[in-house]
């Protein structure tokens, strides 16, 4: 550890020069923006595609669950690629995969194919991209030993995950509304091809630090020894449980939003306005927790996980549409302790399984995702919405006060400020 990280020790805050004068995080980082833009403008074109043609709010919620589903077998099955194959390879393929069924979607968009098809092609492109996610978190462990700094990386990917989400959303329901469903499909393509190309450029090809050798791939295997990892690390398991107790009230808002503004008579451009209003909250949560230092925001994450399904309840009362966007809003703000959560999973978990570690806690945060987008669908199918919303924020807020209530607060704490002092796991 350099003696600026030393010093630091996760008690002060980087500035975002220190981030950004990393060689190559700047091109990638403007990549995967791009390449995000346009993953969320096919996300809610698809979803506009099926409620156009069916008028379901299962149907609707079930379209973001088919886009998540493959996130858990792809991240639980194929993580492993990130701990033994160089990043750059694994982040290239995947997302040249993804360009090629991303103009399938288009083809099919643009000749009505039917939704069960469309579904499958939006299936097989999310199933790819699992490696590249663990690949893409394990190189910015790598390329940030400081761990402070790493911290502040991650909340700048964080951030742009949030604005370019919330940008997707309201540029893909503003792009529908206008042009219609197929004109939004195109730019998913371009996004692909150009992160794939600039992962080329800046990211060099290097074997990752906890690869095998000698031994052969086995997915099964690597699913055993993550999760014989994490269940065996209280401080590990006691983050994943928080994680997937927020679900509920996560995704709710998102599941729900088009069928939502439908009922209400709201256009579809305003879908895009009310789905990026949680989104556009956890930004501003975000700026505001990765100004406090790493070690000092653990402490903060059980607080704010409990508080967060609060707002949402207001969704039961029918408020005016500016009122619901503020509660939605703050909702989305109080998400923010993902990313010390995420912060703190990262710096404890053992080096040479970190892929792994990785997408086993991602495939399992994205199940509870995909549970909890069918279920407020099916909920909202059978009531209205709004009821949909409430009853999934009361759930999530009982999973997280029983989260809290086990929560190994010491163990925690000596974790997390170990690892910012470069004592973490090897």
């Not at 069924?101 to 000749?111: I, P, Q, S």
């Not at 451009?269 to 100004?291: D, E, K, M, N």
Request: contains cysteine; glycine residues 8%.
């Amino acid at each position: 550890m350099d003696p600026g990280a030393a010093e630091r020790a996760g008690t002060t805050v980087p500035s975002l020069g220190e981030v950004f004068r990393r060689k190559g995080f700047r091109a990638l980082f403007v990549a995967n923006c791009l390449s995000l833009w346009g993953d969320y403008v096919a996300q809610i074109t698809i979803a506009s595609v099926v409620y156009t043609r069916t008028g379901s709010a299962l149907a609707t919620a079930a379209t973001f669950t088919v886009s998540m589903m493959p996130k858990l077998l792809g991240r639980g099955l194929l993580s492993g690629l990130a701990d033994r194959l160089p990043y750059r390879d694994v982040l290239v393929h995947s997302h040249l995969a993804r360009a090629v069924l991303a103009m399938v979607l288009v083809v099919g968009v643009f000749l009505d194919w039917p939704i069960p098809v469309l579904l499958v092609a939006l299936f097989v492109l999310e199933l790819c991209a699992g490696p590249a996610v663990a690949a893409g978190q394990v190189l910015l462990t790598e390329w940030f030993p400081d761990r402070a700094l790493y911290a502040r990386a991650l909340a700048v990917n964080n951030l742009s995950s949030q604005v370019n989400q919330a940008v997707g959303f309201v540029l893909g329901g503003s792009i529908v509304a206008l042009t219609g469903h197929a004109p939004a499909m195109l730019f998913d393509v371009a996004t692909f091809v150009a992160v794939a190309v600039v992962v080329v450029a800046v990211v060099p090809s290097v074997v990752p630090s906890g690869a095998s050798t000698g031994k052969r791939l086995t997915m099964l295997a690597d699913l055993r020894t993550g999760w014989a990892s994490i269940a065996a690390n209280p401080v590990l398991l006691a983050l994943l449980a928080l994680s997937v107790a927020a679900m509920p009230a996560v995704v709710v808002p998102e599941a729900v939003a088009i069928p939502y503004a439908a009922h209400a008579g709201w256009s579809a451009g305003w879908q895009g306005v009310l789905l990026a209003a949680p989104v556009t909250g956890a930004f501003v949560g975000i700026v505001a927790i990765s100004r406090i230092p790493g070690t000092r925001q653990t402490p903060l994450m059980t607080r704010m996980a409990v508080c967060m399904p609060l707002p949402l309840m207001l969704t039961i009362l029918h408020p005016p549409a500016v009122l619901l966007w503020l509660a939605w809003f703050t909702s989305g703000a109080l998400q923010a302790f993902m990313l010390p959560l995420q912060a703190s999973f990262a710096l404890v978990a053992p080096v040479a399984l970190r892929g792994r570690l990785f997408g086993l806690a991602g495939a399992i945060s994205v199940a509870g995702s995909g549970l909890a987008y069918l279920a407020a669908g099916w909920i909202a199918g059978r009531t209205q919405p709004a009821a949909s919303v409430g009853v999934c924020a009361v759930a999530s807020l009982a999973l997280i006060v029983l989260a809290r209530a086990m929560w190994p607060r010491e163990a925690v704490d000596r974790a997390v400020d170990a690892a910012y002092a470069g004592e973490g796991p090897s």
